[in-house]
């Protein structure tokens, strides 16, 4: 519901992409492309992350209730 937030999250993720895969950037900060596997583990690592903090979240609200 935070339009601007989602926004900014898409845009970090864009610029993230382009310093990973453009080959300029790649020079400048010193970054090779990720293979398909690795930027998939990558987003699952990050979803666990995700699941966790959400899980805990849960837990402390139904402690404190």
């Known amino acids: 519901s935070n339009i601007s937030l989602s926004l900014a ?8 992409l382009l ?5 300029s950037l790649q020079k400048v ?3 090779t ?8 583990l990558c987003i699952v690592l990050s979803c666990l ?4 903090v959400e899980v805990e979240k ?4 139904s402690k404190s209730q």
């Open 29 to 31: 900060f010193s970054t």
């Open 58 to 61: 849960l837990w402390r609200r």
């Open 9 to 16: 999250v898409l845009v970090t993720l864009l610029l993230q």
């Open 33 to 40: 492309a990720l293979k398909a596997q690795d930027l998939l």
């Open 49 to 52: 992350v995700f699941l966790a």
């Open 19 to 23: 310093v990973i895969y453009h080959p």
